[in-house]
């Protein structure tokens, strides 16, 4: 079956540490983004990228990091430096074209102990 | 930056009765999407508006796009307990080939017999 695979569900991270959330696609899509949702909150755009090797900021990419050595992932580092992290992270991926449509994986938990 | 306003926020409804959520956003756009999420959830897609007076129906679930007043409705009719769920919409920018979506702050539905 085509997805996108989010890893792990829940994650839990001690004040000071950096954690990775993985995010794997088997669309051959371009396109992959991370999001931010916080309770009562839209979805607020972190990072995206369109192609392998590159990457931009979204709305509130302070405090995260990526990468895209591979199509099929864009792994999502959540830094010290990120004072709040405790939110819902959901990867997307789209093709690349207009008019195009974003699937969605099903979600990350983090939250800060 | 494009802004996207969903109203109400809350919406408490008996079964049985009709009520319509309001999306209103800040710039042209020619991309329009209803997202469903329940509690602890990812997103699952529910329309695609691509088009000025595009209108469609699944169920009981009605949606519509009016591209010049910058407005799409999701109307409800004869509510029932499984529409209960945060709905969401969302807005991409117009022209553009990258899928990225702008985000109301979703409207919390509970429906109750």
Redesign the interface.
Known sequence: DGGITQSPKYLFRKEGQNVTLSCEQNLNHD?M?W?RQDP??????IY?S?IVNDFQK??IAEGYSVSREKKESFPLTVTSAQKNPTAFY?C????????????????T?LTVV | ?LK?EQNP?FLSMQEGKNYTIYCNYSTTS??L?WYRQDP????E?LF?L?SNGAVKQEGRLMASLDTKARLSTLHITAAVHDLSATY?C?V?DR???????Y????TQLTVWP
Not at chain 1, 92 to 107: L, M, R
């Open positions: 396109a983004y999001y009562g909150q839209g979805l607020r755009l995206y369109q979204g709305d959901l997307a991926s789209s093709i690349q074209g207009f008019n195009t449509e974003a699937f969605f994986g099903q979600g938990r | 930056e996207v926020l020619d991309r999407y602890g959830k990812s997103l897609s695609v691509l969401f969302a991409g022209g553009s080939t990258l899928g990225r979506l985000f109301g702050r979703g």
